[in-house]
């Protein structure tokens, strides 16, 4: 009885280890692809090991791709192009591409597996995305929930960006979810100034990196940004430049301020700079300073409710009725907005009305 | 082992039996779950049907294979389910990997289907089936090949008719899951019409 139990259990480990080892060799011939080499843009090559995704592959070569959910295949941010060896498009792609992506070869990069020799465009501005060491210098408040903080970078010590552009900031472990959470915030520093990064943030109420910026973060303290990522930066036309931002969305277009003084740019622009009241204005010292050292540049805060105790003799009323009331050449504009979803989408509804084609609308959305 | 013209034979009538009189899905109801949710459309089930042939088939041998020349010199019978389990589910990763490797679209859209083959209780069904009946192995195989094509048949059936099903009204309380199980019904009925052609079997 005891010996046929035992050799029952024998018999079927046995078999179940006879199947495992089968397995494991099959993995090994199958699942292994061997050394593959991705051509970029036709100039670099890299000889990686096959396998897993083309985002992780890449982003183990130090080549990063933004990409916000992480290679879950739920954002559609990681998009590349691949001209050859991709394979078929797979249905988990679809949701994200347009008809247009999909007969350029366009694929979404965390769904793709490199299987064999690759032949992949990657826009040169994305070579220039690193990890940056840095080390809060300097935060300001600028209204009561608006501050400005001040990096320097440490290691590497300096950065090129295009004035408009984002970093991703890396919020310390935080204790809840025990992960590390990545927010994208728009640098608002003068582009000339290539050992510091400077940015405005408001505080989100509840929100992850909001809240250690705001009640964690120290002058001293040590952290982590990657990027630059975004396209939000000026054209090379020589339209004039109508430029929409209330809150922290001023960051990007500060820094673009600061380089069409660098590079004496004699664009018209205005700025239209929307606040609920008074006291949420800030910065106006400095936008009265742009007004005389730039060619042609005009500030104009809006506040929506001005308080009785204020006095307030500028424009009143929401920002998009004071750019109804005050832009006079619409159609000739080309017009730069930045906030919260709500604002952009009002203002973009408003500048169509005006005569301001959608093609010359550029925006960066706070989401 | 010696193939006789018989025995061959056999295994033709056994693989068309299964196929129409004794589908292992419209008479047995094995298989349901795939059944019911991977047949939204058509090119989907015909990837997995494939799959399901291919894997009942092979199975059926292999198991036929473990179980004379395994369990039964050893008296060790009772042990066919795990058995059977073990190899079915072995065999589809193996399938698993190797579809990865050779066609990464229908593994795709396989997705998470293709795991869940392993506890298709048609496969398993079939293989505890061929035991019951004493299959040699040329019928089994016929069997296991018969019970595939028969499953696949059933589920791109089911598929086409849910496809036109899509344009047309159904009562609400009826949609989704209801009325695929009254059509599944329905062709089940229909099925029972071959039951006189293989006479004498």
Redesign the interface.
């Known amino acids: 009885m005891i010996l046929?139990i035992m050799?029952?259990v024998a018999?079927?480990s046995s078999?179940?280890a006879v199947?495992?080892a089968?397995?494991t060799v099959?993995?090994y011939f199958?699942?292994n692809y061997g050394p593959c080499e991705i051509t970029i843009n036709d100039q670099r090559e890299i000889t990686v090991q096959g396998g897993s995704s083309l985002l992780s592959t890449l982003t183990a070569e130090k080549i990063f791709i933004p990409s916000a959910c992480g290679g879950r295949g739920t954002c559609g941010l990681c998009k590349l192009k691949v001209a050859e060896g991709a394979?078929?498009l797979?249905?988990?792609e679809e949701p994200f591409l347009e008809e247009q992506e999909r007969t350029s070869n366009v694929r979404v990069s965390c769904q793709v597996?490199v299987?064999n020799d690759l032949r992949i465009e990657i826009p040169p501005e994305l070579f220039s995305i690193r990890e940056y060491r840095c080390r809060c210098a300097e935060i300001i408040d600028l209204t009561h929930d608006t501050k400005q903080f001040r990096f320097e970078l440490i290691e590497p010590e300096t950065i090129d960006y295009i004035p408009g552009q984002y970093m991703q900031l890396l919020t310390p472990v935080d204790e809840k979810s025990g992960e590390e959470v990545y927010r994208a915030y728009s640098m608002s520093s003068d582009p000339a100034e290539k050992n510091v990064i400077e940015t405005i943030i408001r505080l989100v109420p509840g929100g992850i990196c909001t809240t250690y910026c705001f009640e964690y973060l120290k002058v001293g303290d040590e952290v982590k940004l990657n990027g630059p990522y975004g396209d939000f930066w000026l054209s090379e036309t020589n339209a004039p430049i109508v430029f929409i931002a209330g809150g922290s969305g001023m960051a990007p277009i500060k820094s673009i301020l600061h380089h069409m003084r660098n590079t004496g740019n004699k664009r018209k622009a205005t700025y239209y700079f929307g606040a609920n009241k008074v006291e949420e204005l800030f910065l106006v010292d400095l936008m009265r300073q742009f007004e005389s050292e730039l060619a042609d540049f005009r500030f104009v805060p809006v506040v929506a409710v001005p308080d009785e105790s204020e006095k307030w003799d500028g424009e009143a009323g929401l920002v998009t009725e004071a750019v109804t009331r005050d832009l006079k050449n619409a159609p000739e504009c080309e017009a730069y907005l930045c906030g919260g979803p709500g604002m952009i989408d009002a203002a973009i509804n408003v500048l169509k009305e005006l005569g301001i084609g959608e093609e010359r609308i550029y925006y960066d959305k706070f989401e | 082992m010696m193939l006789s013209e018989f025995e061959i034979w056999q295994g033709f009538v056994v693989c068309i039996s299964a196929v129409f009189t004794n589908n292992i899905l419209l008479t047995y109801f094995l298989g349901m779950c795939p059944f019911l949710s991977v047949s939204r459309e058509v090119k989907t089930s015909v990837g997995l049907g494939f799959a399901v042939i291919f894997v009942l088939t092979c199975t059926c041998a292999l198991n036929w294979l473990?179980y004379h020349h395994?369990?039964v010199p050893?008296?060790?019978e009772f042990?066919r389910f795990?058995?059977f389990i073990?190899?079915i589910a072995?065999f589809v990763?193996?399938v698993e990997?190797?579809l990865?490797?050779t066609s990464?679209?229908l593994y795709?859209?396989l997705g998470i289907f293709l795991p869940l083959i392993t506890v298709n209780c048609a496969i398993l069904g079939a293989s505890l089936f061929m035991v019951i009946r004493d299959y040699s192995f040329v019928v089994t195989i016929g069997y296991g090949l018969g019970s595939g094509i028969g499953w696949f048949l059933a589920i791109i059936a089911m598929a086409g008719i849910r496809q036109k099903l899509k344009n047309s009204r159904i009562p609400r309380g009826l949609q989704g899951p209801g009325i695929a199980l009254i059509i599944a019904g329905l062709m089940a009925l229909a099925f029972t019409g071959f039951a006189g052609v293989l006479q004498g079997r």
Do not use: N, S
Request: a positive charge.
């Open positions: 046929q050799l029952a018999v079927i078999i179940g199947l495992a089968l397995l099959a993995e199958l699942a394979g078929p797979l249905p988990t597996k299987r | 473990t395994v369990l050893l008296e060790l042990f795990i058995l073990i190899t072995a990763q193996f990997m190797l990865d490797r990464p679209l795709q859209k």
